[in-house]
């Protein structure tokens, strides 16, 4: 059984490190080196500022850490088909767990590390904390977290009936009365309870887990949410075929097809402006891009930066947008419809348009209020004029008669 | 002559599934496409529909081919698939107004009609649903009407009587004699054989990608005297000789 959880995690990691890849793309590093050293640049210079005996320092702390404490699900690779397959070898699943919770601690301690090495210097300073203390604390979160992981395998047994004891209000008052006592009395004293606690879990887990059965659907549907959310994550930055985006109904949106009549020429009109709006896949895409890049218009300044910045913007979301055309190839009506190739890409090309410009409108005001220059406003309002005719005009159909070209 | 099916090979890759396959469906009639999983009736309809270029022979529709005119083409099928398939952004309502909008039709007109199928098929309270929340033969019956809107001059069907209910069943019937008597043609594919052999006028019989035999219930039972009365046992002896 261990080596069973052994060949699924091979298989597992191999998958999250071909995404992996595709998520630190070049930009994204590039964008991310900005994030980390703006942040860190921010960061010490609170420090500066902070002096000893602040009220709500220890409560800072205390929140930071009991959210950390969740971070680090129980990952325990578990599959759907398990239920038929596994269910025979139910007793010996046991092993299996074990194997998964102690791969989960791996990437749940890393996390806890990192973040009480984080706050070291803020506790430091705002509360005056000497090394050995510090350490004390990192001791007593890292077992508390090992508690953590350890109710989420109990919980995988029916053995308290329909109670479960990795319920979210006992996890978090278990970290909360932990680490209040650890940042408001002694970190040593949190060590011993931490200490306690799991210890009296490990043994009365020791004494009940063969009698009981695996809650099979449970774990199946808990580890299918944990995938979906790194797919999703995943998803963010690249096509993760497992994540089916989902649709909303959005009728208070209606109203943007109006313009849209019934007629044959506006057939595919009709279904890429309604699959656009109520998908969440391209419209999410376009929304989150719109959005940064107008915070990062408001907060960076400067003459040509601004404009340099809102033409990489357009034209990553024009790039993204390029699969939608083909978002309907699987629906054979798609190649049934008689319906000429031609007026599917004009539709197309229209609606790049329309969204690009949108876009651009957009970024353009954000440029205007936080420059207040007209020659600035000048040039990116021709620079994005000429983008957006370009992407939606010429570089749209191109790559797009490449594709279909290359696909028969 | 609707549509003459000429000499064709062809499939997905290459390697040939059908092998120099010849038949016709003519108007107002409803031909039965019969054979195994497997045999080429899927491929058949796929190449029939456009989705597959043959590798040789031609298709015609009414004196027209998918190369010389794929629009006055395809402007005449109307296609239900085995396994249905729907836009998942569009409501029921948004689904037939886009078949309106993609066969150019008299909007009022086809609403007419489109009204009348949606009742008869129990969908009309339901025009506003997203496809996700249809089960398989509400889907099947979006297809059906969708389907019958175009007042298409050939319907390709493919294996309809699985998942749908005996009273869609019934009524998928009636609709399909309805048309056929304004000169319609159907060809259909599907196992169900003693349906098959109530209602289809001919039967064309697809064994390993080649047509076995072909023509009615008396043509057929002629051609195989041995192998039995009913369309079943001439299904089966057929597949026998392969298997001995």
Redesign the interface.
Same mark, same amino acid.
């Given at each position: 059984m261990t080596d069973l959880f052994k060949s699924r995690l091979q298989r597992h990691l191999r998958e999250m490190a071909k995404y992996l890849r595709l998520v630190f793309n070049d930009f994204f590093v590039f964008a991310l080196m900005f994030l980390l050293g703006g942040l860190g640049y921010g960061y010490s210079n609170v420090l500066k500022q902070l002096k000893l005996g602040l009220w709500w320092a220890p409560v800072v702390v205390v929140l930071v850490l009991l959210v950390t404490l969740q971070v680090g699900r129980f990952a325990t690779l578990i599959e759907d088909a398990d239920r038929v397959f596994l269910l025979p070898k139910e007793r010996a699943m046991h092993a299996y767990l074990v194997a998964a919770r102690r791969y989960s601690q791996g990437l749940a301690q890393t996390t806890q590390v990192i973040v009480v090495f984080l706050l070291a210097p803020f506790l430091r300073v705002a509360l005056g904390w000497s090394v050995p203390q510090i350490v004390g604390l990192l001791i007593a979160q890292v077992i508390l977290k090992d508690t953590l992981l350890r109710l989420d395998l109990a919980s995988a047994y029916q053995v308290t009936g329909q109670r479960r004891m990795n319920d979210w209000p006992i996890k978090w008052a278990l970290g909360l009365i932990t680490l209040a006592i650890g940042v408001w009395l002694t970190p040593y004293a949190a060590i011993v309870l931490a200490l306690l606690v799991d210890a009296v879990v490990a043994i009365w887990m020791q004494r009940h887990w063969q009698q009981q059965q695996i809650r099979w659907r449970e774990q199946i549907k808990i580890e299918d949410n944990r995938m979906l959310g790194i797919y999703r994550f995943f998803n963010l930055f690249t096509e993760v075929p497992m994540v089916e985006g989902t %649709?909303k109904?959005r009728r208070y949106l209606d109203w943007l097809f109006k313009s849209i009549k019934?007629?044959?020429e506006?057939?595919y009109a009709?279904?890429f402006s309604?699959?656009m709006v109520?998908?969440t896949d391209f419209s999410g895409l376009v929304v989150r891009l719109t959005v940064i890049g107008m915070l990062l218009l408001y907060f960076v300044r400067g003459e040509w930066l601004p404009i340099f910045l809102a033409a990489l913007f357009i034209y990553l979301i024009g790039f993204q947008l390029l699969p939608f055309f083909q978002q309907?190839d699987?629906?054979?009506?798609t190649?049934?419809?008689? %319906?000429?190739p031609e007026l599917r890409l004009k539709s197309f090309e229209r609606l790049v348009t329309l969204i690009l410009g949108v876009a651009a409108l957009l970024m353009w005001v954000v440029i205007i209020i936080a420059n207040l220059s007209l020659v600035t406003a000048g040039i990116a309002l021709v620079v994005e004029l000429v983008e957006v005719w370009y992407l939606a005009r010429i570089y749209t159909p191109q790559r797009l008669a490449r594709a279909m070209k290359n696909k028969a | 002559m609707a549509l003459e099916v000429s000499h064709v090979v062809g499939g997905y890759s290459q390697i040939p599934v059908l092998k120099d396959i010849s038949f016709d469906v003519r108007d107002g009639e409803l031909v039965g496409l019969i054979g195994l999983n497997g045999a080429g009736k899927s491929t058949t309809i796929n190449h029939v529909?456009?989705?597959l270029t043959p590798h040789k022979g031609t298709i015609t529709l009414n004196g027209v081919t998918i190369d010389q005119d794929?629009?006055?083409?395809?402007?005449q099928?109307a296609?239900i698939?085995e396994t249905p398939?729907?836009?998942?952004?569009?409501t029921l309502r948004?689904h037939l107004?886009?078949t309106?909008?993609?066969?150019?039709l008299d909007?009022k007109q086809a609403w007419e009609t489109a009204h009348d199928l949606l009742k008869v098929f129990r969908l009309d309270n339901k025009l506003d649903w997203?496809p996700?929340n249809f089960s398989k033969g509400m889907k099947q019956k979006v297809m059906i009407v969708c389907a019958f809107l175009t007042q298409a001059k050939l319907y390709i069907i493919d294996e309809p009587f699985l998942g749908l209910d005996p009273l869609a069943v019934n009524d998928l019937l009636n609709l399909i004699e309805q048309r056929k008597k304004t000169g319609a043609s159907i060809l259909m594919s599907t196992h169900v054989l003693d349906t098959a052999q109530r209602y289809c006028d001919r039967f064309v019989l697809l064994h390993d990608g080649q047509v076995k035999t072909e023509g009615t219930l008396s043509e057929l039972q002629a051609a195989l005297p041995e192998a039995g009365e009913s369309l079943n046992d001439i299904y089966l002896s057929m597949t026998k000789v392969d298997r001995a």
């Amino acid at each position: 059984m261990t080596d069973l959880f052994k060949s699924r995690l091979q298989r597992h990691l191999r998958e999250m490190a071909k995404y992996l890849r595709l998520v630190f793309n070049d930009f994204f590093v590039f964008a991310l080196m900005f994030l980390l050293g703006g942040l860190g640049y921010g960061y010490s210079n609170v420090l500066k500022q902070l002096k000893l005996g602040l009220w709500w320092a220890p409560v800072v702390v205390v929140l930071v850490l009991l959210v950390t404490l969740q971070v680090g699900r129980f990952a325990t690779l578990i599959e759907d088909a398990d239920r038929v397959f596994l269910l025979p070898k139910e007793r010996a699943m046991h092993a299996y767990l074990v194997a998964a919770r102690r791969y989960s601690q791996g990437l749940a301690q890393t996390t806890q590390v990192i973040v009480v090495f984080l706050l070291a210097p803020f506790l430091r300073v705002a509360l005056g904390w000497s090394v050995p203390q510090i350490v004390g604390l990192l001791i007593a979160q890292v077992i508390l977290k090992d508690t953590l992981l350890r109710l989420d395998l109990a919980s995988a047994y029916q053995v308290t009936g329909q109670r479960r004891m990795n319920d979210w209000p006992i996890k978090w008052a278990l970290g909360l009365i932990t680490l209040a006592i650890g940042v408001w009395l002694t970190p040593y004293a949190a060590i011993v309870l931490a200490l306690l606690v799991d210890a009296v879990v490990a043994i009365w887990m020791q004494r009940h887990w063969q009698q009981q059965q695996i809650r099979w659907r449970e774990q199946i549907k808990i580890e299918d949410n944990r995938m979906l959310g790194i797919y999703r994550f995943f998803n963010l930055f690249t096509e993760v075929p497992m994540v089916e985006g989902t %649709i909303k109904r959005r009728r208070y949106l209606d109203w943007l097809f109006k313009s849209i009549k019934p007629t044959h020429e506006q057939t595919y009109a009709y279904l890429f402006s309604r699959g656009m709006v109520r998908g969440t896949d391209f419209s999410g895409l376009v929304v989150r891009l719109t959005v940064i890049g107008m915070l990062l218009l408001y907060f960076v300044r400067g003459e040509w930066l601004p404009i340099f910045l809102a033409a990489l913007f357009i034209y990553l979301i024009g790039f993204q947008l390029l699969p939608f055309f083909q978002q309907y190839d699987d629906v054979v009506f798609t190649h049934i419809y008689p %319906i000429a190739p031609e007026l599917r890409l004009k539709s197309f090309e229209r609606l790049v348009t329309l969204i690009l410009g949108v876009a651009a409108l957009l970024m353009w005001v954000v440029i205007i209020i936080a420059n207040l220059s007209l020659v600035t406003a000048g040039i990116a309002l021709v620079v994005e004029l000429v983008e957006v005719w370009y992407l939606a005009r010429i570089y749209t159909p191109q790559r797009l008669a490449r594709a279909m070209k290359n696909k028969a | 002559m609707a549509l003459e099916v000429s000499h064709v090979v062809g499939g997905y890759s290459q390697i040939p599934v059908l092998k120099d396959i010849s038949f016709d469906v003519r108007d107002g009639e409803l031909v039965g496409l019969i054979g195994l999983n497997g045999a080429g009736k899927s491929t058949t309809i796929n190449h029939v529909i456009g989705l597959l270029t043959p590798h040789k022979g031609t298709i015609t529709l009414n004196g027209v081919t998918i190369d010389q005119d794929s629009q006055a083409y395809k402007q005449q099928i109307a296609y239900i698939p085995e396994t249905p398939v729907l836009y998942q952004e569009l409501t029921l309502r948004e689904h037939l107004e886009m078949t309106m909008m993609a066969y150019d039709l008299d909007q009022k007109q086809a609403w007419e009609t489109a009204h009348d199928l949606l009742k008869v098929f129990r969908l009309d309270n339901k025009l506003d649903w997203f496809p996700a929340n249809f089960s398989k033969g509400m889907k099947q019956k979006v297809m059906i009407v969708c389907a019958f809107l175009t007042q298409a001059k050939l319907y390709i069907i493919d294996e309809p009587f699985l998942g749908l209910d005996p009273l869609a069943v019934n009524d998928l019937l009636n609709l399909i004699e309805q048309r056929k008597k304004t000169g319609a043609s159907i060809l259909m594919s599907t196992h169900v054989l003693d349906t098959a052999q109530r209602y289809c006028d001919r039967f064309v019989l697809l064994h390993d990608g080649q047509v076995k035999t072909e023509g009615t219930l008396s043509e057929l039972q002629a051609a195989l005297p041995e192998a039995g009365e009913s369309l079943n046992d001439i299904y089966l002896s057929m597949t026998k000789v392969d298997r001995a």
